[in-house]
């Protein structure tokens, strides 16, 4: 869930803005019967928050953890979950759970490095949100590495799951127990979950998520990375600790009120294949523009000094991320207008696959 936290803490009574929102409760007070609750995450860092994409489910209270709702919130962006106060929530460690990533996502996921045989992970399916897909590393002598994919249907009204009909679940959780204590069918095993490549910061912080004009005081410019025709890009912190990208616009290029207009449109793209953009500072020339760092530079850079170690099947799944980013943009109805190596970025390696991003 995007915009919805809520940080651990003990007392039980709400204590305004900025408290938590979710209050534990004893499991125990619930009976055995099936309770409609809904999928959160163990974020590890003691943070919960709701799992983006994340789909409502029927689940047993037992001896696992329990919220309830100490306020309403009513979803602000696709994939937040509205609840009323009151509501309960059962709290999973779901290390396997994906969301909703696409299927080359998935398979650079579990065909990582020194990952062994059985390395799983369930994923939202791309075609329809209300099933979900097992991805499977499979590996033999002569093959090495590889992937098998299975469906996960739904039992009829939502009274649980199956990849075969011999042998139902009524949770994901139990299907996945099941199948880590045997193969019955699948290729092997399920063994170790898939392990999580940190998501894009959404925004900068929860207040920049209305307000994005942020004071330039805030930022560090540590180190030029290049310049053009509309001025120069720089790596830089904001606040010290967040990494970030500064362009920094020449006086006069373009006016304040056309300067924030593409910034708007910008900040409504949100996609995992284009740049995001964090904030942006006009009370003074020059302009700045703070968006995400990509650590590898550009497309272009990259190319002619990695591209020779690329081999044909990573090339083709950089150029689907692009593909990915555009067809984003053409579901909105927007034009890039120049779309070329040098407006392309590149991150971090998933899968021995360099993450890319298209520069709005």
Known sequence: MGACFSRHRNNSAGDGAGGSIL??????????????????????????????????????ASDKEVLVA??????????DLSFKKGDVMYLLD??????????????????ANNLPKGTFLIRER??????FALTIRDSDDIRGGSVKHYKIKRLDHDQGFFITTRRTFRTLQELVAYYSEMADGLCCQLTFPAPRIAPTRPDLSHDTQQNWEIPRNQLQLKRKLGDGNFGEVWYGKWRGIVEVAIKTMKPGTMSPEAFLGEAQIMKQCDHPNLVKLYAVCTREEPFYIITEYMCNGSLLHYLRNEGAALGIQALVDMAAQIANGMMYLEERKLVHRDLAARNVLVGEKISGVPVVKVQL
């Open 23 to 60: 209050e534990r409760i004893d499991a125990t007070k619930f009976s055995t019967t099936p309770q409609t609750m809904y999928l959160v995450n163990n974020a590890g860092d003691r943070e919960v928050h709701m799992a983006e994409h994340s789909t409502p489910q029927r689940v047993t």
């Open 94 to 111: 779901q290390r396997w759970y994906a969301g909703k990533i696409p299927r080359n996502r998935a398979e650079r996921l579990v065909l």
């Open 126 to 131: 791309e075609a329809d949100g209300r099933e």
């Open 70 to 79: 100490l306020y309403a919130y009513d979803s602000r962006a696709d994939g």
